[in-house]
């Protein structure tokens, strides 16, 4: 069983930044594909960004050029650096994890792992 915890979330005004951190027991954590997804209230989770076991990046169209995902496989960990954030990005964000890569990674049945959630709020 593999578990994922993150921190990092939190409240902050409109054009401002957080990072999101997941860190993750699995044994062999940089074969993994991870991913960061979020969820708003009354709206179905959505992908936002995943990495790959080779570093190939996906990124949810909504977010692309504002948000950045990164690993640090020496310290089983993954990152989200979101920037000029707005309202909308408010959501909880989770971190998923998948020993196998499928062709999906935005998708949420491409993963069995994942934690319990960070809320981000953004206010205007």
């Known amino acids: 069983q593999v578990q994922l915890v993150e921190s990092g979330g939190g409240s902050v005004q409109a054009g401002g930044s957080l990072r999101l951190s997941c860190t993750s027991s699995a044994y062999t954590y940089g074969s993994y594909c991870m991913g960061w997804f979020r969820q708003a209230p009354g709206k179905e989770r959505e992908g936002v960004a995943a990495i790959d076991s080779d570093g190939r990046i996906s990124y949810a169209d909504s977010v692309k050029g504002r948000f950045t995902i990164s690993r640090d496989n020496a310290k089983n960990a993954l990152y989200l650096q979101m920037n000029s954030l707005k309202p909308d990005d408010t959501a909880m964000y989770y971190c998923?994890?998948?020993?196998?890569?499928?062709?999906?990674?935005?998708?949420?049945?491409?993963?069995?792992?994942w934690g319990q959630g960070t809320q981000v709020t953004v206010s205007s």
């Open positions: 998923a994890a998948d020993g196998v890569c499928g062709g999906s990674p935005l998708e949420r049945y491409e993963y069995n792992y």
